[in-house]
């Protein structure tokens, strides 16, 4: 593994404004309700992170419902922008949170391939090299000409991971891609992220699926709201994730 | 000295070599988007992209019939008058209310993806124009087979494209980011597009109204239709303040309407 930074976070915090039902005198529910404007409050769904990433690193992020795995990627991955702190990410950096829900339903594969490549900053020609990998790693090949919203939630996940892993990526940040898919897709998936870890590609990993974690992972982060609770390996991750109090 | 010349030089050609990669990709991004879009829209239809040409036509026939005689009785060559008014009332109308929408539609693209999200914008744009095009040769058309129009004025017509298209995407930037933050966006859009339709002279002309004038020299397509009138029907070079109204509307319009959706941009992922 390089000891090349490749993401650096240093006391990032990310601040969002929400809708809440607030204690309101008859007045001002009525003006509420005639406005439509609901009331807001500020939270802070990550609170002063900091970590680094070296080139090639894998990394299983975990964390319950809400810890704030998926705004963290998000935040990563610039499609958020933090409120506080620095960050530095470096090369291509390619994200799959939820991708498999945004896919064009009306649209064939090829269709959807095409324009998802190209929105990972691929060109045309290249997306032509590469769309039998695509096909081969998912398994699609038959459906090529087939329209998304015809698609079973795992065979989305596939496709979805596949345009990911080939879309050249320096960084690859995934959120629960191994949801749906089965045994046998999980199988080859991994041992295809494990090979691109160990070419240099940096992989972040949201996951509920400790065996994914514990197996595959260099190291882990624990979340708990908002906050590193804990930062190495991943089997010490889990294990603190584990004594975590269910509810607050 | 030379040398330190010699080293700019490459910089600058580096520099310009990587903002021209960058407006490459991202010009194949919005076309790409705009393929898929294109296709969306016509997924499943019989007509296609006729149906773009159907309804201004339908727009163009029913109210030549109506106001012909009254109306547009003094006005020369009614026909092709009314018909420019009608596509170039549409080609704006069409792609404002497309991007009105644009960001809320592909809100879990945006909250997935990191990607310019200009894109989304001139890829309607595209699509927008290639349909505007297709109009302007089938009118033309028109115009000459049915009511004996000279249409070589049309060559010219790139000329008011140009700043027209300008002018549409800035409005579409400013739309696109305040339907973020405005909910209502979109029905406060459809009944100020009502008024524009009634208070630009697109079927009626302004004659000696001055207040009706008034009001339109603060109108932004009465420029473009006026100005595609005079160059395209009459084949006379317009009135200097009309060109000049023309450019600085869509100056001030982009400006306004990109800096605005670039201030709001970082915070779009986070509001849809």
Known sequence: MSSEKIIVLEKVSKKFDIGFKKKQSALGKLLSMVSGREQKKTIWPIQEITFSVKKGEFIGLIGKNGSGKSTLLRIIAEIYQKNKGNLRVTGKVVSLINLQQGFRYRLTMKDNIYLYCTLFGMESNEISITIDSILDFSGLQDFLDTKVYQFSNGMLQRLALAIGIYSNPDVLLLDEVFESSDEEFTFAARKKLRELSAKGITIILASHDFRIISEDASRGILLDSGKIIFDGSPAKAINAYRKLPHSK | ?272
């Open chain 2, 1 to 272: 000295m030379a040398t330190k010349r010699l080293k700019i030089i490459p910089l600058s050609l580096f520099v310009m070599s990587a903002h021209i990669s960058g407006l490459r990709a991202f010009l194949g991004t919005s076309f790409q988007i705009a393929k898929a879009e294109f296709k969306l829209k016509n997924e499943g239809s019989y007509l296609g992209i006729f149906w773009y040409l159907l309804s201004p036509l339908l727009t163009f026939i029913i109210l030549f019939l109506v106001f012909s005689d009254r109306l547009g009785g003094g006005i020369p060559n009614y026909a092709g008058y009314l018909l420019i008014g009608v596509i170039i009332f549409n080609f704006f109308i069409r792609i404002t209310k497309e991007n009105a929408k644009v960001i809320l539609v592909n809100a879990l693209l945006i909250k997935s993806v990191n990607f310019p999200r200009e894109s989304l914008i001139i890829a309607n744009l595209f699509n927008a124009v290639v349909s505007h095009l297709i109009e302007i040769v089938l009118f033309s058309f028109i115009l000459a087979f049915f009511f004996g129009t000279n249409i070589t004025g049309f060559l010219f017509y790139p000329l008011i494209l140009i700043p027209l298209v300008i002018f549409a995407i800035g409005i579409s930037f400013f739309l696109s980011a305040m339907t973020i933050y405005v909910n209502d966006l979109d029905n406060i859009w459809a009944f100020v597009t009502t008024l524009i339709w009634l208070g630009t002279p697109i079927f009626y002309e302004v004659g000696g109204q001055t207040k009706l004038l008034a009001v339109n020299l603060f109108n932004p397509l009465f420029y473009f239709i006026t100005l595609a009138r005079e160059v395209i029907l009459y084949q006379r070079l317009p009135e200097l303040n009309f060109m000049v109204g023309a450019v600085i509307f869509s100056a001030v319009s982009f400006f306004v309407g990109y800096f605005i959706f670039s201030r709001l941009n970082r915070k779009i992922a986070e509001l849809i």
